[in-house]
């Protein structure tokens, strides 16, 4: 997500002519959103950090749901459980 904040930002200074960025050809101002797409594309899903992400957030999910079914259970997370022993 950096990436494509760097990239906003060289087109605004781009688009206002402010220097140096003025200077420089479309490519290289558009380079950061190449490496975003790149990284969104390419290498999250290689490393597997998208499945991971997703699966992270539906486990927060479910333990919402499940607090919110059950009030009054203690829920405890993985994290907790391993902090114990």
């Known amino acids: ?3 494509v904040w760097i990239g906003v930002l060289l087109i605004v200074l ?3 002519e402010l220097e140096p960025v003025a200077a420089w050809s479309w490519w290289a101002t558009l380079a ?3 490496v975003a797409f790149a990284w969104f594309e390419l290498l ?3 490393l ?4 991971r992400r997703a699966d ?3 486990a927060e999910l479910r333990r919402l749901r499940i607090q ?3 009030p009054y259970l203690r ?3 993985r994290k907790a459980v391993k902090n114990k022993g």
């Open 68 to 70: 919110r079914q059950f």
């Open 48 to 51: 597997g950090m998208d499945k």
């Open 75 to 77: 829920v405890q997370t």
């Open 1 to 3: 997500m950096p990436f």
């Open 14 to 16: 781009k688009w206002f």
């Open 44 to 46: 999250e899903p290689l």
């Open 56 to 58: 992270d957030d539906f």
């Open 32 to 34: 950061p959103f190449a």
